[in-house]
């Protein structure tokens, strides 16, 4: 494998396929879903499901989230049958989460009163059925693996959610790495991304601003009151309609100087190595190991240890880290985030794996690019925006 020629250019425009504002795309997307349901409820042999995991909760409502609520033992749940399906809810919350989260998409309500707990409600409902569950239950049957892995395969409507979810994270840390200011602190640059994401219906789960190379002593960092002087990593990631995306940008005011340079194209390299590896049936160890060649050809073997490289996402921030003790193959409609640091460093952003290839979920809408050449194939990824 080589990685030839590295050029700055512009990123285009980005394209929605799906037009998220009528009702009933989502409706099919969940009616979709329910007959999934039906018929893994039939392979098992049970009468009904219990979901109380909240990744698997957005996944089944097409993004619903049971936000507004500290109890983990008073969250929301789902239960299916092979023809309907129902809110599990607080009797304090049950309104809410229908006006807010799932309104119009054919879900009944089991309720408990808010004085009572869940677990009695959950106990009437198992009594004399034979019910899976995505959490331990009584008798239920066990199948929170089973669902994790259905849940990855994403349906034509989450994919549309997941490219507005991906445009809006990418203008976040663009917009920010645009508008922030040389002395403003790491804690600043943190709450102008979260801003606009919130600005936008966006949920923050992970910030992480690094200043002036402080990342070369932390793989995995957040932000303190230290402040931006010369150079600025930020890394993200967020949900939306119930999907998670990860990306991150890096600036510099003037020229960086050469280590952060050497640094942030050394992590090019190898997450543009990452991404073209990213097909169907690839095998997640395989790419790793091209991946770890890059490393020892850039002279930085050891940094492929200090950090993860990359993990499966969806519904979940993590559905799955990617290791070299991972044999499975990749599939089409699975998301995968690849972040790469060396050094002061990072190549972060989500991709949809596809038949067609790798396609960007959180790609640059204003942002200088290096295009990297790879067995013939061209690759781009994020730069360093000079201020």
């Keep these: ?116 707990e869940r677990a009695s409600l959950l106990a009437d409902l198992i009594q004399g059925r034979n019910i899976a569950s995505d959490s331990p239950i009584g008798e239920c049957k066990a199948v929170a693996p089973q669902l994790a892995l259905m849940r990855r395969t994403l349906t034509d409507y989450e994919i549309a959610c997941y490219r507005i979810l991906g445009q809006t994270l990418s203008h976040a840390l663009e917009a920010t790495g645009r508008m922030l200011a040389a002395g403003e602190s790491e804690r600043e640059v943190a709450g102008q991304i979260a801003h606009r994401l919130l600005h936008r219906g966006v949920h923050p789960l992970l910030i992480s601003v690094t200043a002036d190379s402080r990342g070369r002593a932390y793989r995995q960092a957040s932000f303190t009151s230290a402040p931006v002087t010369r150079t600025c990593v930020m890394t993200v990631a967020a949900r939306k309609y119930g999907l998670c995306a990860r990306a991150s940008r890096s600036i510099s005011f003037g020229p960086p100087d050469a280590n952060f340079r050497r640094d942030h194209d050394n992590t090019c390299k190898i997450s543009a190595t990452y991404v073209a590896g990213s097909w169907p049936d690839s095998v997640p160890r395989q790419i790793l190991l091209t991946g770890q060649r890059i490393y020892q050809l850039t002279g930085v073997e050891h940094e492929f240890y200090l950090a993860t490289q990359g993990h499966l996402t969806g519904h979940a921030p993590v559905e799955m880290t990617i290791s070299l003790k991972d044999e499975s193959l990749l599939q089409a409609r699975w998301a995968v985030t690849w972040c790469v640091s060396v050094g002061a460093g990072v190549s972060c952003d989500t991709f949809l794996i596809s038949d067609d290839g790798p396609r960007t979920i959180t790609s640059a809408e204003n942002w200088p690019l290096k295009r990297i050449r790879i067995q013939g194939a061209e690759f781009v990824r994020p730069d360093v925006l000079i201020r």
């Design 1 to 116: 494998m080589s990685v030839a020629e590295e050029i700055r250019v512009t990123a285009p425009p980005s394209v929605v396929d799906m037009n998220l504002t009528a009702p009933m795309d989502r409706r099919s997307d969940v009616e979709h879903k329910q007959a999934r349901i039906a018929g893994y409820l039939q392979e098992i042999g049970c009468d009904g499901l219990v979901v109380l995991n909240p990744d698997s909760f957005a996944w089944l409502t097409g993004g619903g989230a049971p936000r507004g609520i500290l109890d983990p033992d008073a969250m929301p749940g789902l239960y299916f049958t092979p023809d309907a399906r129902w809110l599990l809810c607080s009797s304090v919350d049950s309104q809410r989460i229908f006006d807010e989260e799932i309104d119009g998409l054919g879900f009944q309500l089991k309720e408990w009163p808010c004085h009572q």
